[in-house]
């Protein structure tokens, strides 16, 4: 009978572990780093939006500038 390790959610391991290189590679804070991510998933949402309306309008082209 073996040790049986519980179970964790990869995805939210993965998550961490990325905030957190990404944090050392910017040399940045977790406050600044939280606050970036936010911003992303933020502007995600937008696009993720303008996309389902795109998509209701037939042939219509919708263009988003994401220039930073």
Known sequence: MGISAPNIDMSSVQSAISTATMRSSMNQDAKSVAGL????????EEIQQIQ?????????AVHVDVRV
């Open 37 to 44: 991510l936010e911003g992303m998933e933020e502007m995600s």
């Open 52 to 60: 389902n309306h795109a998509n209701g309008q037939g042939d219509r």
